[in-house]
């Protein structure tokens, strides 16, 4: 915060990864997910950072000044599936070492999401990004 002017303006878009979803919802679908966060934990992240960022700004003294979240998402084969799918099967042995996830779990999951591949009525939504500008205060509050 003392390295932005005041008046300065911070954006900054980072991901709400709670927001995935799989339609028709997979088995495992919730443990696959708390898995995630817990392999960004486990390197010293926070996957819903984004979702958070409004009230940091707030606790750090800038004002928010704008709040856009961008959600993407697509039927089996579109290119959000393929992004979205693509990353997620590279990662998932990784994350399968994190419970409530095992490789069981995984590895159905995998088989579901590839037959799923192949159905027209299955859509994945990918993680909202989220977008936060906030700007800092042309002079000090008080109390601050």
């Known amino acids: ?14 991901y709400c990864r709670a927001t995935m979803r799989r339609v028709p919802e997979p088995p495992h679908w919730e443990n696959f997910l708390k898995a995630d966060l817990a392999f960004f934990a486990s390197q010293g992240g926070d ?14 003294g800038l004002t928010v000044v704008d709040v856009t979240p961008t959600i993407k998402f697509g039927p089996a084969g579109s290119a959000v599936w393929n992004w979205v799918s693509s990353y997620f099967m590279g ?54």
């Open 1 to 14: 915060m003392a390295a932005l002017k005041p008046g300065g303006v911070l954006a900054i878009e980072d």
């Open 47 to 60: 996957a819903n950072i984004g979702a958070r960022l409004p009230d940091i700004y707030e606790r750090v």
């Open 91 to 144: 990662v998932m042995p990784q994350l399968a070492t994190f419970p409530p996830f095992d490789a069981a779990q995984a590895a159905r999951l995998r088989r579901n999401w590839l037959a799923a591949g192949r159905r027209p009525t299955s859509w994945l939504i990918a993680p909202t990004l989220v977008d936060v500008v906030g700007r800092k205060p042309r002079r000090p509050t008080r109390g601050r």
